[in-house]
């Protein structure tokens, strides 16, 4: 009797313990549900926030909590939209993807450009030194010839007498002609100086350019030094000539002014080498990797510093790579892969055997490993799909459009029977028979963000007024480069992250690294040496290039 109200107790407590351990694990799936769930729709406002302004036509859904009774208030929002242009438009973003970024990572990345008063000093304060200092010694042999002649020194107007003094600031037929001479100088240096040194520069560089400098700062020392000459010239010579003999006539300063004059012009040629010349002969080649979609190029360099290379690649990434576009980064998985997903099962209530445990987990690793194996034949399968609905809907885009062009002609002096058009409106009479299949090409290579219902009518209104033809027209949404081609990417200041671990002044080297950030998009330069090419002379002698004809049986020769 005492035994088995024992063994009643111990049953009780071993279902009061499984129970209350039910409790549990029923409570933590809930708080663990919830808890995803706010993180859902959280995530879900964000990754909404994000694509409000990615599509032209969309529907948007917002989550937020009320704070009065802790639910949460679901907002929809339908945006305006074209009935035949906008239907099952899909907006995709990486907020939701396992392999998402945090937006910790990207916040130090360069977004908006800067417009604040430090950038327009930082752009504007070298070009304006420049053209200080330019302008300054521009004008110093101007300044050399023309003081005299307004009485700027009293001591060369009149050293000895005042006839004397006249005789010393006449001009003869010499001293003409080297005043001729030197306004053709002028001239060729004004132009000189404007195409090297005054124009506006495609970058703002965050280092100084040292051959720049460098130029810049020997003719700050040259107009100095000519200048101190000149004015000793002018005013002690003057003071202690005792005859016209010894004093400085002006045809001795017209000729000074001359010297000033091809000592500017032989600095201007320095620089034309340093800055222009020097890097046009090949020495590297640069492989320009962009991350995340791995497009690449390769090109030939001369000898730059590492921030000049820079501002190349940019030129170069503009006009020749293609354009980026994040949505195409998935491609549309099928079935099979969306229903094989790994499940993890929990017995909270009771225990499970231990061999079957066992066995499904074997049995779930073995089906892992069997996926695993198999994913890449999916993705080859998957990409090959994709490939082919593009050109398949590449093709009826062509035909449509082929077919649109049919219906317009362009109007001549002859009568017509029908009311004539203008660029505007044909583009608007035609474009209906093609945009069912201009919207599924877009909505497949995901460019709808990218084009507009009327950015194509003007762009189909400009291709009718200068008689293009159908692939003329589609050129635009058939080829995807360069990047300037895409209307967000054209912008009066695009601002690039340079990092590197060397100093940006020096100049370019074997095995040097670089990298270029703007907001999502990486440039990774690697460079390398070119090598040096042996070119041998081989001499073929005349007497080896003859021919004797073998027949043989078996040939029908």
Not at 149 to 158: E, H, R, W
């Amino acid at each position: 009797m005492g035994n088995e109200t024992a063994r009643d107790m111990e049953t009780e407590s071993v279902k009061s313990e499984n129970s209350s351990r039910s409790r549990r694990s029923r409570g933590h799936r809930d708080r663990s549900n919830h808890r995803q769930y706010s993180h859902r729709s959280t995530r879900s406002n964000k990754s909404l926030r994000k694509v409000e302004d990615m599509a032209p036509f969309q529907t948007a859904v917002t989550l937020s909590p009320d704070n009065r009774d802790g639910q949460e208030v679901i907002e929809v929002q339908i945006l305006p939209q074209d009935d035949n242009w906008g239907e099952n438009t899909t907006a995709i973003t990486g907020n939701t993807s396992e392999q998402s970024q945090s937006t910790e990572d990207v916040s130090n990345w360069p977004g908006e450009p800067d417009t604040g008063l430090g950038f327009y000093c930082q752009r504007y304060i070298g070009t304006i030194m420049t053209a200080i200092l330019s302008i300054a010694a521009f004008i110093s042999p101007l300044a050399m010839v023309v003081l005299p002649k307004i009485g700027f020194f009293p001591a060369l107007s009149s050293p000895i007498g005042l006839q004397n003094g006249d005789k010393l600031l006449a001009c003869g037929a010499e001293c003409k002609g080297q005043l001729v001479s030197l306004a053709f100088k002028m001239i060729i240096l004004a132009a000189g100086a404007w195409a090297v040194f005054l124009r506006q520069l495609n970058a703002t560089l965050p280092r100084i350019f040292l051959f720049r400098a460098a130029v810049l700062a020997f003719i700050l020392v040259c107009t100095f030094a000519y200048w101190l000459f000149y004015i000793v010239q002018v005013t002690e010579n003057a003071r202690a000539a005792t005859t016209p003999e010894e004093s400085v006539d002006y045809k001795a300063l017209v000729a000074y002014a001359c010297s000033l004059t091809d000592t500017l012009l032989f600095i201007h040629y320095l620089a034309v080498v340093l800055v222009e010349i020097r890097h046009l002969r090949p020495k590297y080649y640069i492989k320009i990797v962009r991350s995340p979609d791995g497009c690449s190029r390769a090109y030939a360099i001369g000898q730059l510093s590492i921030q000049r290379a820079a501002m190349w690649v940019l030129e170069k990434y503009y006009t020749d790579f293609p354009i980026y576009n994040p949505y195409l980064e998935r491609i549309p998985v099928s079935k099979s892969r969306k229903a094989s997903s790994s499940f993890k099962f929990y017995e909270v209530d009771g225990i499970n055997n231990s061999a079957s445990q066992q066995s499904q987990s074997r049995a779930m690793l073995a089906a892992h490993a069997r996926r695993r194996d198999s994913s890449h034949n999916e993705r080859f399968y998957e990409e090959h799909e994709y490939e082919r609905r593009v050109k398949k809907r590449r093709a009826r885009l062509i035909t449509a459009a082929e077919e649109a062009f049919t219906h317009i002609k362009r109007l001549h002096n002859d009568q017509a029977p029908a009311i004539p058009m203008d660029p505007q409106e044909a583009a608007q009479a035609i474009f209906p028979s093609m945009a069912r299949a201009l919207q599924k090409y877009l909505r497949i290579t995901r460019q709808q963000p990218r084009h507009s219902v009327e950015g194509i009518l003007m762009h189909l209104a400009n291709c009718l007024s200068h008689d293009l033809t159908p692939r003329a027209f589609l050129d635009a949404y058939l080829t995807t480069e360069p990047v300037l081609q895409n209307e967000k990417e054209q912008k009066n200041i695009q601002t690039w992250a340079l990092i590197c671990e060397e100093l940006l002044s020096r100049p370019i080297d074997h095995n040097t690294h670089f990298q270029l950030r703007q907001n999502d998009v990486s440039l990774l330069c690697s460079i390398k040496q070119l090598p040096h090419f042996n070119i041998t002379e081989e001499v073929v002698d005349p007497k080896s290039n003859k021919f004797v004809m073998r027949l043989n049986s078996e040939t029908s020769v």
